[in-house]
């Protein structure tokens, strides 16, 4: 009796609905595929499955004991997979597999509620992952199906697209106070629960060791990595050198970063031209932070290391914008005997090969500016070659690119540059980065992707400080002079012109522009939304005169009180009730019989109307019974004809009527 019970209930459940249901579930979860590990996403999506297979063979649902083993074995699955259940990936996990199981023992209406308002919360978890305007796109359109089949469960006649029509309605009334709430309300800095979640996935860029060819490995990325926005002139391309970590110490193969205390005070003389920008910053799994090699002003949140490098101590791994002033001449002033050994390190004696080319190019005998020129000159004059994908260079780098291979990427000729100088006594170090920008014309800003990692030299001249040296400069001008990265991906092939275009130029040109157009809407959404923190709303309401809590509630409730009395007056107010076509038409015809003295009188029918015209006025009787006979079919027929309604037209426009002379 209670198994035939159990299936009695079931049949409450609207099938369409559940369907509808299950859809939107697998539409929610979907996106997870990248976020959760691939058995614990195949288990849901097993039982999903088997969730629809049971609409229709409800025998199939499991019972009590199947369904206890079932979360044992997921639970112990979830566990194995993450290490725990908490944190972001975990929980996120827990919240998908709980809802699969939760589907299997959907029996009754109370059960329908309950999923919907865990997915709900697996549809919140995506923001988690991704917070781009597409996927905000997509979240918003399941909720929408989400909510969509609430209203379906509490209909007594579920219409999936009157639910959905009904749905836009609510969502559309919903939406003003909405970003009221989002502008004025309070902004809650987030929890921290994530301290209880494993650094985060590793982020393609640069890392703190260096070695030749490592960044070639980023030099076809497409990957973002800060935009850069100029509130004057744009700096030329050559000099659009943003700084990153400072790689001083080497092993022989491969350059490190040397910890650098902060700087407590900025000694750097600087002059030149002045440029003042904007950078927002993507996420990234280093404190570091990219600015316009010098930076002279930056916020207070930021530390300068000795290296005149830009720290963020709180390391948030998240969005972030600062603001910058950057001088394109600097000096740095004079080094410590420490920093000076630091800079000459070297693992071992160099070669006697290396000796006796820096004895050729008087490295040894001529002050550091004559030795640096000498170098660059042997760079460009000696068949040196600049290339994305270099040969490996064996247990012996420099000495296999300077005298074997001479073919490389940027951080071949940057190290074996620094290495040519410390061999000569001569202070220098490697500075990894960031070189050049696409210039987003609609938007007006820089875009600098992994393609534009880059590597360059710094070498201490007396009373000049760190002079930044190029050598990459040497041997490719155009990787410095121009932007690399649709031209990279053009010559590797990554772009791909559809045959639809005869002219490769006209696609890429159409090409370029769809992606400036997409850049600067995103752009727009993460500065104006996702980075709508604390900090930056406080600033946008003190510009517009609100600046304290006593203020913001003021306005908060006068917004919502004049939004509310909008949207009562366009939901209670009396509406006109729709007129059918057919009877707007027949009203015309009773206006057009008023002219002529016959006026339908309260009650009286449309045959008795059509008589009374056609006794007195026989010359229009065809007519009058013509259009009398249409009307009577469209308005008391159960299935008219849809061209009775252009012929009754017709036959109105027809009729003329002329006031008979007494």
């Known amino acids: 009796m209670k198994k035939l019970s159990l299936k009695n209930t079931e049949f409450n459940i609207n099938q369409h609905v559940l369907i509808f249901l299950l859809i939107s579930i697998g539409l929610i979860t979907l996106p997870h ?23 229709w063979k409800k025998e199939y649902l499991p019972n009590k004991t199947v369904l206890l083993l079932l979360t044992i074995a997921a639970i112990t699955l979830l566990y194995k997979q993450h290490q725990g259940i908490l944190g972001r990936d975990a929980g996120t996990s827990l919240f998908i597999t709980a809802l699969g199981l939760k589907l299997l023992e959907t029996t ?26 597409l996927m905000a796109l997509y979240i918003l359109f399941v ?29 559309f009334q919903a939406l003003p106070l909405s970003i009221i709430l989002f502008v004025l309300f309070p902004r809650v ?34 990957e973002l990595v800060f935009r850069a926005k100029f509130t004057n002139t744009l700096p030329p391309s050559n000099q659009r050198y943003w700084r990153g970590p400072v790689y001083s110490y080497t092993d022989g193969q491969r350059w490190k970063e040397l910890k650098a205390a902060i700087k407590d005070k900025d000694t750097i003389i600087y002059a030149g031209k002045q440029y003042q920008y904007t950078v927002m910053m993507e996420a990234q799994n280093k404190n570091w932070v990219f600015a316009l090699d010098m930076p002279s002003s930056f916020p207070q949140s930021l530390k300068k290391n000795t290296q005149h490098q830009l720290i963020n101590p709180n390391n948030k791994h998240q969005r972030a914008e600062y603001k910058f002033t950057s001088h394109s001449q600097y000096n740095t002033g004079d080094i410590t005997e420490v920093e000076r050994q630091k800079n000459l390190q070297l693992p071992v004696d160099a070669s006697n090969a290396i000796k006796i080319l820096v004895t050729q190019l008087k490295g040894f005998d001529h002050p550091p500016e004559f030795f640096i020129q000498s170098l660059l000159s042997h760079f460009k004059n000696e ?92 041997i490719a001008p155009e990787r410095i002079e121009q932007d690399v990265n649709i031209d990279l991906q053009i010559a590797s092939g990554l772009v791909n012109f559809s045959p639809m275009f005869d002219d490769a130029s006209q696609a890429l040109s159409l090409l370029k522009q769809a992606r400036q157009i997409w850049g600067n809407v995103d752009y727009s959404w993460q500065r104006w939304v996702i980075n709508y923190t604390g900090d930056n709303q406080t600033k946008f309401l003190s510009s517009l005169g609100i600046n304290n809590i006593k203020t913001i509630a003021y306005y908060l409730m006068g917004c919502i009180c004049f939004i509310t009395v909008v949207l009562a007056w366009f939901i209670l107010r009396k509406k006109q009730p729709k007129m059918d076509k057919e009877l707007a038409l027949y009203q015309l015809f009773c ?13 009286e029918t449309v045959a008795n109307f059509s008589y009374r015209i056609q006794q007195q006025r026989p010359e229009l009787s065809e007519k009058v019974q013509e259009i009398s006979n249409i009307y009577s079919r469209l308005r008391y027929e159960d299935k008219p004809n849809d061209t009775d309604i252009l012929l009754l037209k017709t036959k109105l426009a027809q009729l003329k009527v002329h006031q008979q002379l007494p």
């Open 108 to 133: 009754k209406e109370r059960d329908l509620y309950l999923i919907n308002y865990l997915a709900f919360i697996v549809a919140s978890s995506q923001f988690l992952y991704q917070q781009n305007i």
């Open 143 to 171: 909720c929408c199906v989400l909510l969509a089949t609430l209203i379906s469960i509490n209909s007594q006649k579920p219409e999936i697209i009157r639910a959905l029509k009904t749905t836009s309605i609510i969502v």
């Open 383 to 474: 068949n040196f070659h600049y290339t994305l994908r270099p040969p490996l260079m064996g247990d012996n780098p420099i000495d296999n690119f300077l005298f074997n291979n001479r073919y490389g990427f940027c951080s071949h000729y940057a190290t074996a540059f620094v290495y040519l100088m410390r061999v000569a006594n001569i202070p220098a170090r490697v500075v990894g980065g960031y070189q050049g920008g696409e210039l987003n014309q609609v938007g007006g800003f820089l875009e600098i992707k992994q393609a534009n990692a880059h590597a360059w030299a710094e070498v201490w001249i007396k009373n000049k400080g760190w002079v930044r040296v190029d050598p990459t400069a040497a």
């Open 33 to 55: 595929v990248n976020h959760i590990p691939l058995p614990l996403f195949a288990t849901f999506n097993l039982l999903l499955a088997w969730r629809f297979l049971c609409i």
């Open 591 to 603: 206006k057009k019989m008023a002219k002529i003295g016959f006026n339908k009188k309260p009650g």
């Open 189 to 222: 800095e987030a929890p921290k629960w994530m301290w209880f979640e494993q650094q985060p996935s590793a982020i393609t860029g640069l890392s703190d060791s260096l070695e030749p060819g490592a960044i070639s490995q980023l030099g076809l990325s497409d």
